[in-house]
């Protein structure tokens, strides 16, 4: 059996997250010498509600965790896939990095780290794919932050997919998404995803990953295991999780527990609003094909023809940030 906490914030992150924590039974997870990176959801240069984790549940969930141990590292990896930006940035503009201080937590750029070659594997074959050392060698164990919001590509964007930020290159991460359901949970693996903090104060319903409905919620949860995550949080955002490729196959690798075997804190009808479901747009639709094809991704985002197709795609799609201001030198724009 595993356990899983949900509760309404009501402007107390901090008790809540440390009730989580207490009732999932993590004194026996952890010792005063365990070291723990805790990876949020920061995929836009500026926090956006029901897009990133809040820096207030960063906050909460830091304070509440020294209570256990000292050795707490959080971070991120560059994002933005094609038009990348520095995760640094992120850190400053969000005042992550003054939270940090705070609370005397290091902060970490995972696309600057050391790194060391991993094999993962992609259902049929494997791929080589260079992870941070910190995370593959050694932390104790990793604790996902992220929110419940809908992905247009891979479905929804919870406990599994917010690793998908642990790739310290972009690139790596345009290039395996074409196999996109067993590389991420092989990453899970590699960079040991244990416990989960779900910021529900909002969600982002519609056109997500960064871009829809953002809909507030008001609860956190708090899961012992990545899959006890999804479960809850699939439940909570009324998306079957069946329809939801990666989820499907975890589900089919033992990963995700049946509702029924996840011992809860309290019924969670009360928790329920409005259903969440992506509406693809007809200039999201290119992005899905090169999500999904291997062919199409190398012509999209590694091919001669990439930056043409792009400005193409822009005519027609608005940017999601602003590329020119935040942009970095990378693979496509040096």
Not at 99 to 106: I, K, N, S, Y
Not at 234 to 242: A, G, I, N
Request: proline share 7%.
């Amino acid at each position: 059996m595993t356990r899983a906490f949900v509760d309404w914030i009501g402007g107390k992150y901090l008790e809540r997250i440390q009730r989580g924590l207490e009732f999932i039974g993590f004194s026996k997870m952890v010792s005063r010498s365990s070291l723990l990176f805790i990876k949020p959801n920061l995929t836009l240069p500026t926090y956006s509600p029901g897009v990133m984790t809040s820096p207030a549940a960063v906050e909460a969930a830091l304070a509440a965790l020294s209570d256990y141990t000292p050795n707490l590292i959080i971070g991120d990896a560059d994002s933005g896939g094609y038009n990348r930006f520095s995760m640094d940035e992120v850190y400053g503009r969000t005042g992550l990095l003054e939270v940090a201080r705070r609370h005397g937590v290091e902060v970490v750029n995972l696309s600057h780290l050391d790194r060391k070659k991993e094999l993962i594997a992609l259902g049929r074959g494997e791929a080589e794919v260079f992870l941070p050392k910190l995370l593959v060698e050694e932390i104790d164990f990793l604790l996902t932050m992220p929110v419940p919001k809908v992905h247009m590509y891979t479905g929804v964007s919870l406990c599994f997919k917010n690793q998908w930020g642990c790739i310290p290159e972009p690139e790596d991460r345009l290039r395996l998404h074409p196999h996109f359901s067993h590389a991420v949970l092989a990453l899970n693996h590699r960079v040991k995803t244990r416990v989960a903090i779900i910021d529900g104060s909002f969600g982002l319903n519609r056109s997500g990953p960064l871009r829809g409905e953002a809909v507030e919620l008001g609860w956190v949860g708090v899961a012992d295991d990545p899959g006890s995550g999804e479960r809850v949080a699939c439940e909570l955002m009324q998306v079957p999780l069946e329809k939801v490729p990666h989820l499907r196959l975890a589900e089919k690798q033992g990963l995700i527990p049946p509702l029924g075997a996840v011992v809860l804190n309290q019924d969670l009808r009360p928790f329920l609003k409005q259903p969440f479901a992506h509406r693809l747009a007809p200039a999201d639709y290119p992005g899905l094909i090169a999500f999904r094809s291997p062919l199409m991704a190398h012509l999209a985002y590694f091919s001669p023809l990439s930056g043409i197709l792009h400005k193409l795609l822009y005519l027609v799609r608005e940017p999601f940030y602003d590329y020119g201001e935040h942009r970095l030198g990378g693979r496509h724009n040096r």
